[in-house]
């Protein structure tokens, strides 16, 4: 065998071995996709024949036999909303501020605070909101406590986005005479707000499920009116949820199932609207 | 008498211990072409980069001695720093377009020195533009993503951005290291023809173009200035033994 044909034969085995590999990578991917589909359609399809005009629009009635779920989803969408509100633009600014100054100690700091498990939050929110600022169980302590949560997430992620613009670009803009300033917030931060936004909605996308903080800060059991102020406590679609599976038996599992469609979809816009960011607009 | 407008004096500079540059002595001569060159690792960078303070931003970056820039020592506490950058302009060795519209990318730099009124930025960026050699190319496009450009004009871009707001010097960086055959012998007319207006460095460690375009010659060698001259001269007769080793391909 002459050298030319050696390598054709060791060529000939790495292609083989490339191509191995990628089959591998794809049977894993697609076992992953399944697995996860799955999920989403034992949780999502069943509870969608519950779905009607009266289950997005009544209060559970008879004991949780009949009626629906409008006040746990207001109270969802007023927590999410309100907290977004709260931590999005604070989350995006910390970020921006950790990962353009150097800041290492608050960046240590933000990270292990994003780590720390919801119930320490609900529990702070607690004792921080409800009781010493006399707050109690309202939707404000609630969203308060949901938007500290999410804070750290959301910074972290804004943080890793502004790392990954090549430092060039910012040498680029300092060689045209510009300040700190305006080289963040005129050229970096422009320059990749859609990607900002887009972390932040994913990063806040855990606020949504979450159960924890709100039956400590926010959510009650059973509402006999819908919540008239901020300080009202209200129903949320999760710790509805936990309340059902918790203290009903069979006869409100229906409504259990309901609910969890309804998270699911939740969840499932939060995110649309996440990624709409991401595309170009024409 | 030459008109000088940068003069580097016992100039040396560091990255935390380690020595970039030692004892630089060099003038630059106003409306000339003057290239610097060496193997990569000589400092040649390290002291373009000097010339308007961008190696600041540089972690344990230090200086001494001084760069007089008209007669005035840049490293000198008063200096504002931002003013001098908008005096002396820098284009680097990968195309640096902001993620942003072609036009917006020049409008950033007008922006900064504080030109507001939209008409007259609009003629600004027409002017750099057809000063770069970029303005028939992209005029009906001017709202398309400078990333979409290819890489030769997206150079120039960035030629464009650093002369609109009208420096006297242009620092080059290795500036068509990054480019195809073509797209180098645009960019290498391009600073030919703006060497009327402006003063120009460039680093480049590619012989031939210093040859084609440069006036003046430094060959720096491990962080010194071991040779300058005109270029015909140092090229024909290199008088140290590095720069004809470096010219005859023993190093590089």
Redesign the interface.
Known sequence: MNESDARKVKNSDSVNRGRRSKITLRVITYIFAALILTLFLFALIPGMRYWSWDFFTQAPSNGMTSGGIFPAILGSVLLTVLSLVIAIPLGILLGIVLSEYNLEYIRFVVTILSGIPSVVYGLFGLGLFCITLGMRTSILAGALSLALMVLPVISSSVYETMRAIPMELREAAYALGARKSEVIFEMLVPSVRRSILTVSFVAAGRAIGETAPLILTAAVFYATNLPNSLLSPVMTLPTHLYFLSASYGESARWMAQGTTSVLILFVIIVYTIAFAFRREKK | MIDVVIEVRNFNAYYGDKKAVKDANLKIEKNKITAIMGPSGCGKSTLLRSI?R?ND?VPEFKTEGEILFHDRNIYDRETDV?????RI??V?Q?P?P???SIFDNIA??L???GMTEKREIKERVRWSLEKAALWEEVKDELDKSALKLSGGQQQRL?IA??IA?EPEVILFDEPTSALDPVSTQKIEGLIEELAEEFTIVIVTHNIGQAARISDYTLFMYQGEIVEQNETTKILRNPTHEVTQQYLSGKIG
């Open positions: 308007n961008i931003l931002y003013s001098l950058r908008r302009g820098m680097f990968r640096t902001f993620p942003m950033y730099g922006k900064l020195i960035c951005r650093a707001i």
